[in-house]
Every structure is written in C-alpha cells, then in structure tokens.
C-alpha cells in the first residue's frame, strides 16, 4: 500500500483509500507518520482555500466509507463540513482535530470569542497533533504496523520540534517594535502567541476568507499601518493582493505585500511542497517582510 498526498490527482482509485484527510496541510501530516503502512486521500487540492473547497459526489461516499476520517475541524472547511457529518452517521471513525490541540479564541474582528481553527501555525501544538493522529491511526485503521507507525510519528515529531526551535530562535531576533502582522483574514494567531507578534489587523477582520471588508473595517486598519508604521502586509498566496494594494495606496506609506502559504500546500515545485516547507517558507517571508 501507497500512502498519496492526493490533492486530487491520485492514481488509484479514492475508494481504495483507508484514511481519508479533509485539509492538504493534515494531508501532509498524515502521510508522513503513515509512509507505506496505509493509503491516504487528500481531498483538498494543493493552492486551494480551505474555506471554500468542495467535494465530489465520488469523495464524499470515499468519506462515508473511511477507515478513518481526519478533519481541520473547528469550521475550517465550511464547503465540506455536511459531508463530514454524512460520515460519522455512517459511524465512520473521525478526528477533528482542532478541538483537541488546546484551541486559542479569536480576540477581534467579526468571529472573535469564536475558536481559531488554524492551529498549524504553532509548530508545538503541530507536535500535539502528530502524537494524536498517531494513536487514532492505530486504532482504528487495520493492518498497519503499530510500531513502524510510532517510530515514523517519532521521527517526524522530533523534526518539527527542530523547526520550533529554528523560528523561536530567529523571530527572537526581530526587534519587538518590528515585530507586527497585517494579513489578509486572521489566521497567524497562533504564531503570534506562540513567537510574541501582534497581529494589529486583518483586511477581512475575520476567520474565514468567505467575508468580506467593510468601509470602516479598511479605515480602521489604514490607521493602524500608519500608527505601526508597519512595514508589510502578509497575504495568502490563493487570494489576490488587489484588496492589500489598494490598501498600501490608501495608508500613504511604502508598505510592502507580501504573500505567505498561509492555508495550503502549494505544488512540488512551488514553495511550499509540505508542512514543514511552508513553515520555513512563511518564516523567511515574514523576516524579510518585516525588515524592510
């Protein structure tokens, strides 16, 4: 057996498939503790929105007919969420994830008190996660080998404990007035708490891409660029920076955008091929966004 980070593209058919993951991110995760012990579907494409992506009629039986099913959770994947329901009526085993990493809250905007669901940000509760797939893999899904799993699970948790320790090292480094995020949604909460940013805004002050900016939601934010004197704005490489550009005209102040994989893998030759890639990726991003 094959373990495939699908992202649409597999070939082999989905109904072979024994874990079934929602989200390209977890895709990742799971495929890297599971190597050739199991088959994994991703259903999100890579460069996609998580907010936003839909399944196929074929998925969804995939997701009904499971092993296990491993999910974002949290309202992260708003388009597929019903499907997910589908399934655990159908008793399939299901990890969402989300609620079982310690989750954070959002602190303002249009969804705040409400959970954040993007956990993957904090590289330790991304350790938290690998520990628990881990244990619900052996559990429920037949026929792996326990201890081949754990020791991969192991090996892989320890390299994400090597990158925590490779950022906390060098956001340190970022002189604490610099150290300031402006994205296009709130989605680095996370980081920010775990690396002592301050997220001072967001262009759609919101946790899903879904909404949309208000008048007085854009003022709000240009006079907080120009009180910060902030530097960059962080936007997802899978939106457009049109609504950060006009922005940057509007705060008149040299501001830079900048895009992160914030929410998704790219493909293999992009910058952000897995986990591990992204978080580097959007580090050395951020270093330089907030540097100039």
């Not at 992009?270 to 890639?277: E, T, V």
């Amino acid at each position: 057996m094959g373990a495939l980070l699908t992202g649409g593209t597999a070939c082999t058919s989905p109904d072979d498939s024994r874990i079934v993951v929602t989200t390209n991110i977890l895709g990742d995760v799971v495929t890297e503790i599971v190597g050739d012990e199991a088959e994994v579907s991703v259903l999100m494409k890579r460069n996609a929105d998580p907010h936003s992506f839909a399944v196929s009629a074929r998925e969804a039986h995939t997701m009904q007919t499971a092993d296990l099913l491993v999910y974002n959770g949290l309202g992260l994947e708003e388009g597929v969420l019903r499907h997910v329901e589908a399934a655990k009526a159908e008793k399939v085993p299901t990890v969402e994830v989300g609620t079982r990493i310690n989750p954070m809250e959002y602190q303002d905007g249009d969804a705040a008190g409400l959970p954040d669901p993007h956990f993957w940000t904090d590289p330790t509760r991304m350790v938290t996660a690998v520990r628990l797939l881990t244990d619900e893999i052996v559990e429920h899904v037949d026929g792996v080998d326990a201890r081949v799993v754990r020791e991969r699970a192991d090996a892989y948790a320890k390299k994400i404990g090597e990158l925590e320790a490779d950022l906390a090292r060098r956001f340190a480094a970022i002189p604490a007035e610099r150290r300031v995020l402006v994205t296009n949604h709130h989605v680095f909460g996370y980081l920010a708490d775990r690396y002592d940013f301050r997220v001072i805004g967001a262009i759609i002050p919101s946790g899903t891409t879904l909404a949309s900016p208000s008048s007085s939601d854009l003022a709000s934010l240009v006079t907080a660029i120009r009180t910060h004197r902030v530097p960059a704005i962080f936007v997802d490489t899978s939106q457009p920076a049109k609504l950060a550009e006009v922005l940057v005209s509007e705060a008149g102040v040299r501001v830079e955008v900048t895009a992160l994989y914030s929410e998704s893998l790219s493909d293999s030759d992009g910058g952000a091929p897995s986990y591990l890639a992204m978080m580097r990726f959007n580090t050395e991003a951020i270093i330089g966004g907030l540097s100039g």
